[in-house]
């Protein structure tokens, strides 16, 4: 199978060489496709260093527009996983084999890295973040009866349906609820598995402490108009 790693990074150079070479570093045979979202630092110099295929965005996009940029390169190229892996360094690589395992054996449409599945605890973010993400965990199950308990977590993996319907439509501004929802709706089969959070080596979220209650409003708001919209929207679910 042909496995792309999608990799937003927004100013990323402290951390992005150290992501790719973890990556290429893996048993798996996994393309690392860095997506730097118009940074104003050297992260495409420092991904191109450390052996990654580079796309450079003209301006910057936000999260939404970075990943679906990826997307768009898998679904062009005939990739059969796409593995979203944040530029920050925060997701741990060495959980990838365990994500895509339920993909190669046809259980799954998406898998989801968990952090709050894993009995070894580790990084769990603020309390701020902790609180939307409970939010998000009772809305999404209670309007699409999947029992997430990490819907925030941009460690995941998809199969070639998913990548071809999110090539042509991905949610924009903190987007990971909110595909949860969109695969729902079309019948997608999602799981989740265990995983462990690192903290950040270098740099800064984008999302700070002032923002996230916008970001909920905003998702929320997003999410239940996806409860209304006609399936087809999405594309073909073949």
């Known amino acids: 199978m042909k496995i792309l790693a999608i990799i937003p990074a927004y100013n990323e150079s402290g951390n992005i060489e150290r992501v790719v070479r973890e990556v290429l570093a893996l048993p798996l045979s996994v393309v690392p496709l860095v997506i730097d979202d ?26 939404g527009g970075a ?13 059969d996983i796409a593995i979203q892996v944040d530029g920050d360094g925060q997701h741990d690589v060495s959980y990838l084999a365990a994500i895509i395992r339920p993909l190669t054996e046809a259980r799954a449409d ?3 890295g968990s952090r709050f599945l894993s009995p070894a605890g580790g990084f769990r973010s603020s309390l701020t973040r902790r609180m939307g993400i409970s939010f998000f965990r009772v809305l999404i199950r209670s309007l699409t009866g999947f029992p997430t308990t990490d819907p925030t977590a941009g460690f995941r993996a998809c199969g070639r349906r998913l990548i071809k319907v999110y090539a042509g439509y991905y949610p924009v501004d903190f987007p990971e ?7 729902r709706r079309l019948g997608a089969r999602l799981l989740e598995v265990p ?20 970001y909920m ?4 708001a997003a999410i239940l108009l996806h409860m209304l919209k006609d399936r087809k929207v999405y594309g073909p679910w073949e």
């Open 110 to 112: 998406m898998v989801i």
């Open 195 to 214: 995983v462990e959070m690192r903290a950040r080596l270098a740099g800064k979220s984008s999302i700070g402490r002032l923002k996230s209650p916008y």
């Open 217 to 220: 409003i905003k998702v929320t």
């Open 177 to 183: 609820p909110e595909a949860i929802v969109v695969a």
């Open 38 to 63: 118009g940074s104003a630092d050297d992260t495409a110099v420092c991904a191109r260093r450390a052996g990654a295929r580079v796309i450079v965005l003209p301006f910057n996009l936000g999260i």
């Open 67 to 79: 990943v679906q940029a990826g997307y768009r390169y898998a679904d062009v190229n005939g990739f």
